[in-house]
């Protein structure tokens, strides 16, 4: 559907162009026949270079993999099919339709509307032709500040934070309740129940779910639980999801005795229960893991914006070594299997039969009660059957407190513990990773690596994995334009855009407060084949006019005047069709709004840019160039004489 929408200013494009040409001819008074065959045949070559170029673009999206490449497979094959097709109608049926219904020039209106449009692209023009003219003659200082705009996109990029993707108001949160190490059920489930109270007084909660003890993937952990707080939708509710969760965040961590909190859900590329910092540290051994990972929480804690630090690697669990007597008990006669089944079945609790009642079956489980087997003492109370009678189990047994691991995680076959954390409001995912790095390669022991899991690694993959994407989205233009201009030269002119419509993509990112992720980066790909139509239109019909014995300089002005209204036809075209999805509107709009603002954004820049740049840049390297065969021909067959290029 969001290639649908996106569509819906781009499939028009073509059709504008090709229906402003053919018009442009009537202006010279020629009929709607003839109009229609001179205007189509010239702007032919110019629709099916920048059909193609969107295409290259958009194809290659299709073949992502990962969480990106579910999110965007269809998108990449929806657009570019739609602008094929787009492409096929401009060439065909726009032409037809235009030779039947146009209306002459003498036909169109003549109200104060038409006339006040007509005079305000009259003065457009004019005003245009001024501005060209002096950037022409000021071609140094003309390319100084499109350097200097491509210096201020490094700038920005660096500068602007970023994360995998924004988080989306999905009217839920996720809770955690963490108990200490040895705590029994019935201590977590009581501060789950206190927190239950909290959160079952909110003016927008509409349901709420907990549970203690549960396991997913095994057995559940005692010292755990978890919440699911359901909020009623947007429109009955006046504060948003991330604004609840962020309120409830010190009401919760203040309770002593739990560590609690509420989280909002990642809109993609992890569990539902997971953390966004997600950071793995591997080593030989667990002991030097647990150095490392001291010191990695000593300094994460001082960045002052993560919250909920934790780490997997626990050596702090509670734990009885009970060690037997063997001599002892051999003369005692007690075996060491008496002693582990007496263990087992009064602490541990063991099924020795089952009785039916009714339909029903019901399993018999020896166990002594919960309070009598509350400490390490209920062993003194434990007695077991020797051959003098009933001896007293510490007689042969010797109990010890120690502690031990909670359990020994891997990741990717390596010994390793996991760093986990929340961001406070503000914070991106991109800057958290980046100073966890940073103090990794400073703080840590030389035999300890990191790497990445969750959503922290999901954002790294992803972010790559889409530069590279833009940069063979730019090959790709690049080789399709070289075969159709027949020249590497006149390429490179029209790709000069894409830096002036980065520029403004980011600075609109800034202006409104949003960050690089893997919308807005999808975004960036999209302008590289939007912003090329412009150029291609002022390059392609310069190419015609020098074939038909304009000077360098006369056939760059007078394309770029004649061209400036298609131009400005179809981005403005382009810029509102996709002005609903940079505002943000609809459910969900938080992830969609910054491909909107980098499309906008980068739009309305390269527009007035492109105009100004490429003629500049075109007169200094059509020199490089010659004029295409295919040109060559159509001037001999109009009986035109070639005259040379020169540059002004």
Same mark, same amino acid.
């Given at each position: 559907?969001?290639?649908?929408?996106?569509?819906?200013?781009?499939?028009?494009?073509?059709?504008?162009?090709?229906?402003?040409?053919?018009?442009?001819?009537?202006?010279?008074?020629?009929?709607? &026949?003839?109009?229609?065959?001179?205007?189509?045949?010239?702007?032919?070559? !110019?629709?099916?270079?920048?059909?193609?170029?969107?295409?290259?673009?958009?194809?290659?999206?299709?073949?992502?993999?990962?969480?990106?490449?579910?999110?965007?497979?269809?998108?990449?094959? =929806? +657009?570019? /099919?739609?602008?094929?097709?787009?492409?096929?109608?401009?060439?065909?049926?726009?032409?037809?339709?235009?030779?039947?219904? #146009?209306?002459?020039?003498?036909?169109?209106?003549?109200? &104060?509307?038409?006339?006040?449009?007509?005079?305000?692209?009259? &003065?457009?023009?004019?005003?245009?032709?001024?501005?060209?003219? &002096?950037?022409?003659?000021?071609?140094?200082?003309?390319?100084?500040?499109?350097?200097?705009?491509?210096?201020?996109?490094?700038?920005?990029?660096?500068?602007?934070? *970023?994360?995998?993707?924004?988080?989306?108001?999905?009217? +839920?949160?996720?809770?955690?309740?963490?108990?200490?190490?040895? %705590?029994?059920?019935?201590?977590?489930?009581?501060?789950?129940?206190?927190?239950?109270?909290?959160?079952?007084?909110?003016?927008?909660?509409?349901?709420?779910?907990? %549970?203690?003890?549960?396991?997913?993937?095994?057995?559940?952990?005692?010292?755990?639980?978890?919440?699911?707080? !359901?909020?009623?939708?947007?429109?009955?509710?006046?504060? *948003?999801?991330?604004?609840?969760?962020?309120?409830?965040?010190?009401?919760?961590?203040?309770?002593?005795?739990?560590?609690?909190?509420?989280?909002?859900?990642?809109?993609?590329?992890?569990?539902?229960?997971?953390?966004?910092?997600?950071?793995?540290?591997?080593?030989?051994?667990?002991?030097?893991?647990? !150095?490392? /990972?001291?010191?990695?929480?000593?300094?994460?804690?001082?960045?002052?914006?993560?919250?909920?630090?934790?780490?997997?690697?626990?050596?702090?669990?509670?734990? #009885?070594?009970?060690?037997?007597?063997?001599?002892?008990? *051999?003369?005692?006669?007690?075996?060491?299997?008496?002693?582990?089944?007496?263990?087992?079945?009064?602490?541990?609790?063991?099924?020795?039969?089952?009785?039916?009642?009714?339909?029903?079956?019901?399993?018999?489980?020896?166990?002594?009660?919960?309070?009598?087997?509350?400490?390490?003492? =209920?062993?003194?109370?434990?007695?077991?059957?020797?051959?003098?009678?009933?001896?007293?189990?510490?007689?042969?047994?010797?109990?010890?407190?120690?502690?031990?691991?909670?359990?020994?995680?891997?990741?990717?076959?390596?010994?390793?513990?996991?760093?986990?954390?929340?961001?406070?409001?503000?914070?991106?995912?991109?800057?958290?990773?980046?100073?966890?790095?940073?103090?990794?390669?400073?703080?840590?022991?030389?035999?300890?690596?990191?790497?990445?899991?969750?959503?922290?690694?999901?954002?790294?993959?992803?972010?790559?994995?889409?530069?590279?994407?833009?940069?063979?989205?730019?090959?790709?233009?690049?080789?399709?334009?070289?075969?159709?201009?027949?020249?590497?030269?006149?390429?490179?002119?029209?790709?000069?855009?894409?830096?002036?419509?980065?520029?403004?993509?980011?600075?609109?990112?800034?202006?409104?407060?949003?960050?690089?992720?893997?919308?807005?980066?999808?975004?960036?790909?999209?302008?590289?084949?939007? /912003?090329?139509?412009?150029?291609?239109?002022?390059?392609?019909?310069?190419?015609?006019?020098?074939?038909?014995?304009?000077?360098?300089?006369?056939?760059?002005?007078?394309?770029?005047?004649?061209?400036?209204?298609?131009?400005?036809?179809?981005?403005?075209?382009?810029?509102?069709?996709? #002005?609903?999805?940079?505002?943000?509107?609809?459910?969900?709009?938080?992830?969609?709004?910054?491909?909107?603002?980098?499309?906008?954004?980068?739009?309305?820049?390269?527009?007035?840019?492109?105009?100004?740049?490429?003629? /500049?840049?075109?007169?200094?390297? %059509?020199?490089?160039?010659?004029?295409?065969?295919?040109?060559?021909?159509? !001037?001999?067959?109009?009986?035109?004489?070639?005259?040379?290029?020169?540059?002004?």
């Amino acid at each position: 559907m969001l290639g649908f929408v996106l569509s819906i200013g781009l499939v028009v494009d073509d059709a504008i162009v090709m229906l402003e040409n053919i018009y442009r001819h009537m202006e010279m008074g020629k009929s709607r &026949w003839q109009a229609a065959i001179d205007g189509s045949k010239e702007i032919g070559f !110019a629709v099916v270079a920048t059909t193609i170029s969107l295409v290259a673009v958009f194809v290659p999206l299709a073949f992502l993999t990962g969480t990106v490449g579910r999110l965007f497979n269809e998108f990449g094959v =929806a +657009v570019a /099919v739609a602008v094929l097709i787009s492409g096929f109608v401009a060439l065909t049926l726009t032409p037809m339709v235009c030779s039947k219904i #146009l209306k002459p020039l003498h036909h169109t209106g003549t109200g &104060w509307a038409s006339r006040s449009f007509d005079a305000f692209f009259e &003065w457009l023009n004019r005003t245009y032709d001024r501005i060209l003219r &002096w950037t022409l003659h000021h071609r140094g200082l003309t390319i100084a500040g499109g350097v200097l705009l491509i210096v201020l996109s490094v700038g920005l990029f660096m500068f602007i934070p *970023s994360e995998l993707a924004p988080i989306e108001d999905r009217n +839920v949160g996720f809770g955690i309740v963490i108990a200490p190490e040895g %705590a029994t059920l019935e201590y977590t489930d009581s501060y789950v129940k206190e927190i239950e109270k909290l959160l079952l007084a909110l003016p927008e909660r509409r349901a709420l779910f907990t %549970a203690t003890g549960l396991g997913f993937e095994g057995p559940g952990n005692v010292t755990n639980s978890f919440m699911f707080l !359901a909020l009623k939708p947007q429109s009955e509710r006046e504060k *948003s999801q991330q604004q609840i969760v962020q309120e409830l965040f010190p009401q919760l961590i203040s309770i002593p005795g739990v560590l609690a909190f509420v989280i909002n859900p990642p809109s993609i590329g992890a569990e539902f229960t997971s953390s966004p910092v997600d950071y793995v540290l591997q080593g030989d051994s667990y002991d030097e893991l647990n !150095a490392g /990972v001291g010191i990695m929480m000593g300094e994460a804690s001082q960045l002052g914006y993560l919250i909920n630090l934790d780490s997997d690697l626990r050596l702090n669990k509670p734990q #009885l070594d009970i060690n037997i007597d063997r001599e002892r008990a *051999s003369g005692l006669g007690v075996s060491v299997m008496d002693i582990g089944s007496t263990l087992e079945t009064f602490l541990g609790g063991r099924q020795v039969t089952n009785f039916k009642r009714g339909s029903k079956q019901y399993d018999v489980i020896l166990q002594t009660k919960p309070y009598l087997r509350s400490t390490p003492d =209920a062993i003194q109370n434990l007695y077991i059957r020797g051959k003098d009678g009933l001896i007293q189990l510490a007689n042969v047994v010797k109990v010890e407190k120690t502690v031990a691991p909670k359990e020994l995680n891997h990741y990717n076959r390596l010994r390793s513990a996991r760093i986990s954390a929340s961001l406070v409001p503000g914070v991106t995912l991109g800057k958290a990773l980046d100073d966890l790095d940073r103090i990794a390669q400073t703080k840590l022991p030389a035999g300890i690596k990191t790497d990445f899991a969750g959503q922290s690694l999901e954002y790294k993959s992803s972010s790559s994995s889409l530069y590279f994407l833009f940069l063979l989205a730019i090959v790709f233009i690049f080789l399709v334009l070289s075969a159709q201009f027949e020249s590497f030269v006149h390429p490179f002119t029209i790709l000069l855009t894409v830096p002036l419509a980065v520029f403004g993509a980011l600075l609109f990112l800034f202006i409104f407060g949003q960050t690089l992720n893997i919308y807005s980066q999808i975004g960036l790909i999209m302008l590289i084949g939007l /912003v090329t139509k412009n150029a291609i239109l002022i390059v392609e019909f310069s190419n015609q006019l020098q074939a038909r014995g304009e000077s360098l300089m006369d056939a760059v002005i007078e394309a770029a005047t004649i061209r400036l209204r298609p131009i400005l036809m179809t981005s403005f075209t382009t810029i509102f069709g996709i #002005l609903p999805i940079a505002i943000g509107l609809g459910a969900g709009g938080e992830s969609r709004r910054p491909l909107g603002l980098v499309v906008v954004g980068g739009m309305l820049f390269a527009t007035f840019l492109t105009l100004i740049i490429v003629p /500049v840049v075109y007169t200094l390297l %059509a020199r490089f160039t010659k004029v295409s065969k295919e040109v060559d021909q159509l !001037a001999k067959e109009e009986n035109l004489e070639l005259k040379p290029v020169t540059v002004e």
